[in-house]
């Protein structure tokens, strides 16, 4: 009985993770062929090409899908959730050497700072190759592919703050036709042209490579475009779990995609003109104007991950202390996970925007698509490598078998990818520095701050012997917001020595972001009592959650320490950081972007949640 009930549970998990997980991967056969055979670094379309080429399409599906992210790298969760940002904590966890902490802390911010390239790219290339199937139903639309593509785009960056609830429930049932689509249009294919099935061989990739070792190198830079969405398995494997993930894998998505491309490839052999588009000659003529629509959706949907995806980064990042306080929306009220980050939506629509209309084509697109996905897969692959070592423990042999076969692999798609810089693989570079300079700028920033703070500080038994009888105490209970568990808030100080009170309670209170996703609410708060009414407070959350402290201040009563919030005064310190002369541990660039950003930030009575009418804040210069 129960075993039924869990199937019953398990089905709308797994249909919902169709919609969401796959859709990058899921796309990927509107463009993937194309651009191997007709791109940048065209291959003649004879019979022997197109097996050769087919076999590498299933293999790397095989090995960086299946074995790589399926297989291995979603048993390396962090508490159940995935992505660079959970992997780095994870192994910053575990790791007790200096040195390998702070090389995987670059590698795992750069990751996340590649995947904004990616979450740009993607929507404007999946949209766009989409929107071009109207070329193929007549020359005349082509005028009208880049505007329509735009509209599309406008709406879904529009849509984003009204949440993804209510649209999200078409997501997994649209996927699922979609899936559908491709898997039946290649099995009547390849009905036709079973012969195109020998592929299956890795014996044609390996003739093709040796046959043509230049073009094969040339051709992975494409090939690449087959498993773009791979690393999304792992970023999202938080909301559907790991089992789910991996039975639509299995069960219904792999076999899909291969079905198409083996059809797409037996259509190439029986009419190498078909190269133009072999998606959407699949189909029957008057399935073409359907299938442009249902393609538009899928991306669309495709689309929608990706932008939901960046803002799940910015939220880690925010919290893991890479980026400084911003707006987070939630949009549904019972799903957690849905969140809306404006800052990070604008950011992603103006990127995307300029992508369009910059590139013009998908095809000139896909020159910028493979350094994003194939940089982030490189850095993903050393960095379970270090979670074979220091977590499994697994054998240093096995480790080199396991992660250098991985690393062989990543590297040579890389470095066929690399040569496309010029042509448009410079663009998620770029972007790819400036979010790592922003988000290594920040940690850094904070960094003088605290340390800043702590030499201005006054250590807290210190103060607590100098409070005499004569300073004027008023009822009632302040809350002072510090960053730092140990010393007295510059708050505090400047609230004494200009108004010469203080409350008859006082509580220290300091958030903090733990290793972890979530904190059960039985280590969510830390209460250290003081002499003369004084307290200090830690609050955790996990990377994954949202501060809210007056909820947590409720935790407060079951040790003896209630706070009626509406009688509880907030005290919060505003630094205004000046940049500093030359000579500080910062560059002046830098120290000038930091204090842009800090300047620029969501104010702590807004992010920690605290009642506006609560709140006093003191300001704070510093010098950095």
């Known amino acids: 009985m129960s075993h039924d009930h869990s199937q019953k549970t398990l089905a709308p998990v797994v249909i919902a993770a169709i919609g969401v997980v796959f859709g990058d991967i899921g796309t990927s056969p509107l463009y993937a062929l194309k651009e191997i055979f007709n791109g940048h670094h065209p291959i003649a379309v004879t019979p022997d090409n197109i097996l050769g080429i087919l076999s590498m399409v299933f293999w790397s599906i095989m090995a960086l899908v299946t074995l790589k992210y399926v297989t291995v790298i979603m048993r390396a969760d962090n508490r159940g959730e995935g992505g660079s940002l959970a992997l780095l904590s994870l192994i910053t966890e575990n790791s007790r050497n200096r040195v390998v902490t702070w090389v995987i802390s670059l590698l795992g911010i750069f990751a996340a700072a590649l995947f904004y390239g990616d979450s740009m790219i993607t929507p404007a290339i999946s949209v766009l190759s989409a929107v071009e199937g109207l070329e193929i139903v007549s020359p005349d639309f082509k005028t009208y592919v880049l505007p329509i593509t735009l509209v599309i785009l406008t709406g879904l960056f529009f849509i984003q ?11 997994g049932p649209v996927m699922v036709g979609w899936f559908g689509v491709l898997g039946v ?3 009547l294919e390849i009905a036709r042209h079973p012969d195109v099935l020998a592929a299956l061989n890795p014996l044609y990739a390996a003739r093709f490579i040796l046959n043509h070792p230049a073009l094969a190198f040339l051709a992975l830079g494409s090939v690449v475009l087959a498993v773009t969405g791979g690393e999304a398995l792992y970023t999202d494997m938080g909301h559907f779990g790991r089992y789910p993930i991996r039975l639509a894998w299995f069960g219904f998505v792999m076999p899909a995609l291969v079905l198409n491309y083996f059809g797409q490839g037996a259509l190439l052999l029986n009419e190498p003109a078909a190269i133009e588009s072999p998606f959407f000659h699949l189909g029957p003529n008057w399935a073409l104007v359907p299938m442009v629509v249902l393609a538009t ?10 932008i939901s995806g960046a803002f799940s980064v910015a939220r880690q990042a925010v919290q893991m202390g890479f980026l400084p306080r911003m707006l987070i929306i939630h949009t549904s009220g019972k799903e957690e996970g849905q969140i809306y980050v ?63 076969g991985f690393l062989i692999v990543d590297i040579a798609f890389f470095a066929a990818n690399a040569i496309k810089i010029p042509q448009g693989g410079w663009f998620p570079i770029v972007m790819a520095i400036v979010s790592f300079t922003v988000l290594t700028t920040w940690r850094r920033g904070r960094r003088l701050v605290r340390r800043e703070l702590a030499k201005q500080g006054v250590p807290m038994p210190a103060f607590l012997k100098m409070l005499g009888s004569d300073v004027h105490r008023v009822s009632g209970t302040a809350v002072f917001m510090t960053g730092s568990k140990e010393g007295v808030p510059a708050a505090l100080l400047h609230n004494l020595k200009h108004n010469q009170v203080l409350h008859e309670r006082v509580a220290l209170v300091t958030v903090e972001t733990t290793d972890t996703p979530y904190v059960n609410d039985l280590h969510r708060l830390y209460l250290h009592r003081m002499e003369k009414g004084f307290l200090r407070i830690v609050i955790r959350y996990g990377f994954m959650e949202d501060p809210d402290v007056p909820q947590a201040l409720e935790h407060c009563r079951r040790l003896g320490e209630p706070f009626e919030i509406m009688e509880t005064t907030f005290y919060v310190s ?51």
Do not use: C
């Not at 959706?297 to 990706?306: E, G, P």
């Not at 074979?388 to 250098?404: D, E, N, Q, S």
């Not at 002369?581 to 920690?608: C, E, Q, Y």
């Open 574 to 624: 505003r630094e205004t950081v000046i940049p500093g002369v030359l000579g500080r541990k910062i560059h002046p660039l830098r120290a000038r972007l930091f204090a842009f950003m800090s300047k620029n930030a969501t104010s702590a009575t807004d992010f920690f949640k605290i009642p506006n009418n609560r709140v006093v804040e003191l300001g704070t210069q510093l010098v950095i």
């Open 185 to 187: 249009l290649g099995a």
């Open 161 to 171: 703050s009204r949440g993804t609830g209510t649209v999200g429930l078409f997501f």
């Open 297 to 306: 959706l899928a991306t669309v949907i495709a689309s929608q991950a990706v």
């Open 342 to 404: 404006p800052f990070t939506n604008w950011t992603l629509y103006f990127a995307v925007v300029a992508l369009v209309v910059g590139f013009g084509n998908s095809s000139n697109l896909a020159a910028a698509y493979g350094i994003a996905v194939t940089g982030t897969m490189l850095i993903d692959t050393i960095l379970v490598g270090f979670v074979m070592v220091l977590l499994w423990r697994w054998h240093p042999l096995v480790v080199a078998l396991v992660a250098g």
